[in-house]
């Protein structure tokens, strides 16, 4: 399809009119677009909006040069950072708000992660270099869609493709292959474009040239799609996943995580773990092949230590084991061991009432502190924290009483037994 185009439903057109309604985006246009220069929107912001989407960031595509851009924002008072200027593109920010403004461009030379541009003035060249046509419809200030690569027609059908030769847009930057999945995953029905997972599959060697950083964004990026365990397992018949990771994934235990989990949005770590953890090394390992933060890493291991003596259990704890995961581990931690002993386990129901209880009780605390011994003879020192530890043990073995009178007692057998 080429030109413009009106969008799908009525829906859609007030979506992309709401889009239009935002300020910001006025005063760079009124900033940006005179003497000859125009400006539109691009990408995911116009793909959402069509698909009814959330959109939570607005990108520009602009035939002025990065410098005339940069100079008449900041003659608007506009902010101008200087995020890919190389690449043509500015962060503009507006209200509190931020916009990449990218000027239009085609890429004379690419190594499969980075390209050498060069600056131009057509808008479908522009889309032509894009990687799938859902991103690469332009939106006008007057609300007209430009669609040069029948973008329109695939959010319509729901379907995914690449522009031009899947090949050659791939070779462009090898993170497209991960894309394909993703974007798949997200918001298309049916199987994956055919000749899209070919290409995936023919040029999958150049992976390894991307960053692991690159590559972990992205790959938690589609762990959080709609049909993450779809592409999961798409991924690992292509032989794509495994590479990656470093590890043998477990689709099956991610379809089975996705049965589980509560209403919002997914947890994409928690989903690496049920993917490709099954104990602490595995977390390790994981870390170092997607460069996870300490964070993730530390969460990956604990809930994996806390999995190793829930491996072989058909049924869930029960109130008291629960209550005693909560108390020494954390909820965090609790709660993701649970679940990945849960999508192990025969019968995935049976552990629902694990995971609300997990979520739903009070983390308990110890009622008892140094002042309590101080208080009665304890002298400071290591017999203090002693005497803690024993009063933890005995107040978890009771059941986690919090009677004061229960409590009381507790307290004056061990100032007893330390006499």
């Not at 990687?131 to 869609?145: C, E, H, P, Q, Y």
């Not at 602490?280 to 190793?308: F, H, K, M, V, W």
């Not at 649970?338 to 999508?343: G, K, N, Q, Y």
């Not at 009771?398 to 009178?405: K, N, V």
Request: hydrophobic fraction near 45%.
């Amino acid at each position: 399809m080429n030109g413009d185009a009106p969008p799908t439903d009525g829906a859609a057109s007030e979506a992309l009119a709401a889009l239009l309604r935002n300020p910001s985006l006025d005063r760079i246009f009124e900033a940006i677009d005179f003497g000859g220069e125009e400006t539109r929107l691009v990408g995911g912001a116009v793909r959402n909006a069509l698909l009814g989407r959330p959109v939570h960031e607005i990108d520009l595509a602009t035939t002025a040069a990065p410098e005339t851009t940069a100079e008449r924002a900041s003659a608007a008072g506009i902010r101008v950072i200087p995020t890919g200027v190389e690449h043509g593109t500015l962060t503009l920010l507006v209200g509190g708000e931020t916009f990449e403004v990218t000027s239009l461009r085609e890429d004379v030379e690419t190594d499969g992660r980075r390209a050498t541009v060069r600056f131009g003035r057509d808008f479908r060249a522009d889309a032509l270099r894009r990687d799938f046509t859902v991103n690469a419809l332009f939106l006008a200030k007057d609300g007209r869609i430009f669609d040069y690569v029948g973008g329109l027609d695939d959010i319509r059908a729901r379907r995914l493709r690449f522009i031009g030769e899947p090949a050659q847009r791939i070779r462009e930057d090898y993170l497209r292959i991960l894309r394909f999945f993703r974007f798949s995953a997200d918001f298309t029905e049916g199987p994956l474009d055919p000749a899209g997972l070919v290409a995936a599959m023919r040029e999958r060697s150049g992976l390894a040239r991307l960053s692991r950083e690159r590559v972990r964004a992205e790959l938690l990026k589609l762990l959080a799609a709609r049909r993450a365990a779809e592409a999961a397992q798409e991924m690992c018949d292509a032989g794509l996943l495994g590479p990656l990771i470093a590890s043998a994934p477990n689709p099956a235990r991610l379809r089975r995580m996705a049965a589980i989990e509560d209403a919002g949005p997914p947890d994409p770590l928690l989903r690496l773990a049920a993917l490709c953890v099954e104990l602490p090394e595995d977390a390790d390992r994981l870390g170092q092949s997607l460069r996870l933060s300490n964070a993730e890493r530390q969460r990956l291991e604990r809930a994996a230590r806390l999995l190793i003596p829930l491996h072989a259990r058909e049924a869930p704890p029960g109130e008291d084991e629960l209550r005693q995961l909560l108390f020494l581990n954390g909820r965090q931690a609790a709660a993701d061991a649970v679940m990945l002993a849960a999508i192990r386990a025969p019968d995935l129901a049976q552990w629902v009432p694990a995971k609300h209880f997990l979520r739903e009780t009070q983390e308990p605390r110890l009622p008892f502190s140094g002042a309590d011994l101080l208080a009665h003879g304890f002298a400071r020192g290591p017999a203090i924290g002693e005497a803690l530890d024993l009063l933890q043990t005995r107040w978890i073995a009771a059941g986690f009483p919090d009677d004061a009178s229960v409590l009381a007692q507790m307290l004056d057998e061990v100032v007893k037994g330390s006499r």
